[in-house]
């Protein structure tokens, strides 16, 4: 498989605080992949590396395609649109004159502006002062830079933070609608429900390490199960699997939700159960979901 960006034993350190430990991204061209982590995990902190606005610990390496970043800076950039925190405009300048003053940097024409403002829904608020548009609004108005000179990889440091609903929607509608015209994007969130439903592939990080990399579909096949259990003495077992570190949720009365990663897994949850005389009168697969899966994968790491 080509990676359109790959790290290599990435660290960085603030002072003598190690924030990232030798993180081997491995992110496929065409896909859309969600790099998760809590607050603080360093998925900001990987970001502003992978765009050269932190310098690695010495021995770590990034690579556009087959170019290493460091020999060949200039090449990579132009090849990538970003939108790091909360994008920067001219507030007090319309969308379409925002747009016009890039477009002094980039020379892309006044026929790639129009497109870009219809493609972010914004060409008939194109006349609108920024500082009047939704957060919404600016969000999709910062990923419009971002691709205006039509980079092939977009990279987007948490693009769903603070939106409503809606603007969630159309920003997920806005980013496959990317990937069909063949971008690479990579993406950064905490907002896991919504990364299931756009992304291709994840990489999970927990305190500045990757605990887990690879196309979506297998961790949610084959990395991680969830399993109800129907049982009298749903408040004993709960706190069982609490006792020995299995996530799990109280669905009703009755029903007990139970991650497990692996098959080992599953045969000690079992034993535990029937050691404790906790009566199982069903046992069926729980609704797999990137949250729980997350949570599992976080919450049994000792880093
Ligand atoms: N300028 C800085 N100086 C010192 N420490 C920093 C600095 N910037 C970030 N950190 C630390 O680096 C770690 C990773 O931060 P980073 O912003 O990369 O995390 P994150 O995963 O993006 O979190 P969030 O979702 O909260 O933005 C945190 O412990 C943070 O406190």
């Known amino acids: 498989m080509e990676y359109i960006i790959e790290t290599k034993d990435l660290s960085f350190a603030f002072k003598h605080q190690q924030i990232l430990d030798h993180i081997n991204l491995k992110i496929p061209q065409g896909g859309i992949y969600g790099y998760l982590g809590k607050n603080g995990a360093g998925?900001?902190?990987?970001?502003?590396?992978?765009?050269?606005?932190?310098?690695?610990?010495?021995?770590?390496?990034?690579?556009?395609?087959?170019?290493?970043?460091?020999k060949h800076r200039e090449d990579c950039l132009s090849q990538i649109g970003s939108l790091i925190e909360s994008p920067a405009f001219y507030d007090n300048l319309s969308g379409l004159e925002n747009f016009k003053y890039l477009d002094l940097i980039y020379r892309c024409g006044e026929a790639r502006v129009k497109?870009?403002?219809?493609?972010?829904?914004?060409?008939?608020?194109?006349?609108?002062?920024?500082?009047?548009?939704?957060t919404g609004m600016k969000q999709r108005l910062g990923i419009g830079m971002a691709i205006f000179h039509n980079p092939e990889i977009l990279i987007l440091d948490e693009p769903l933070n603070g939106l409503d609903p809606e603007a969630v929607h159309s920003i997920r509608e806005l980013l496959l609608e990317l990937k069909a015209e063949g971008k690479t994007i990579l993406l950064s969130s905490h907002i896991l429900n919504e990364i299931e439903k756009v992304c291709t592939h994840v990489g999970i990080i927990e305190k500045g390490h990757l605990l887990y990399q690879g196309s979506l579909s297998e961790l949610m096949q084959n990395?991680?199960?969830?399993?109800?259990?129907?049982?009298?003495?749903?408040?004993?077992?709960?706190?069982?699997?609490?006792?020995?570190?299995f996530v799990a949720i109280v669905l009703s009365a009755q029903e007990l939700q139970v991650g497990i990663e692996n098959k080992e897994k599953h045969n000690e949850l079992l034993r535990l159960l029937v050691q404790h005389d906790i009566p199982i009168y069903g046992v069926s697969a729980g609704m797999n979901n990137l949250e729980t899966i997350f949570l599992n994968l976080t919450s049994h790491v000792q880093l």
């Open 43 to 70: 998925k900001t902190t990987t970001i502003k590396l992978l765009l050269g606005l932190l310098d690695p610990i010495h021995g770590s390496s990034i690579y556009y395609s087959d170019k290493e970043f460091r």
């Open 115 to 134: 497109e870009v403002l219809s493609k972010v829904g914004l060409w008939d608020a194109r006349n609108k002062k920024v500082k009047k548009y939704s």
């Open 223 to 245: 990395i991680h199960q969830e399993i109800v259990f129907v049982t009298s003495e749903v408040e004993k077992a709960l706190r069982l699997c609490e006792d020995y570190q």
